[in-house]
């Protein structure tokens, strides 16, 4: 019965995304504003605010740029969309890696200062 609607499973995975989305941001705002670590900010930037932007650039590539991309070539060679919209994800992939990585560093370099190890 969900086949019939043409947007069935984005629909689907929205469902399903949103609520993992909730509570992966309760759970960073509550660590955040418990141990105050810049830490937490740089992964909730990594893990909910980019994904969910990432998820916007279809209706926006569609809303926007579909039609004004019409003969577009790098080199000679012409872009498709496809082959458009597969490098943007990668892109947008590596970012929301790039930005993980932050997250991470930071939260360690954090957690040395807090230890008192010193190392």
Known sequence: ??????????????VTAVPFYIVL????VLKYRKT????????WVAL??????AMLLPFLWQAFLADSFQDFRINGTPVNTSNFIVLVFGVARFV???????????????YKGRSGDGE
């Open 48 to 53: 909910v605010a980019w994904p969910l932007n």
């Open 25 to 28: 941001s309760v759970i960073t």
């Open 36 to 43: 105050r670590d810049s830490g937490f900010i740089w992964l």
């Open 1 to 14: 019965m969900l086949g019939m609607f043409p947007y069935s499973n984005l629909l689907l995975s929205a």
């Open 96 to 110: 929301g890696y790039f930005l993980t990585a932050i997250a991470v560093s930071q939260l360690y370099r954090d």
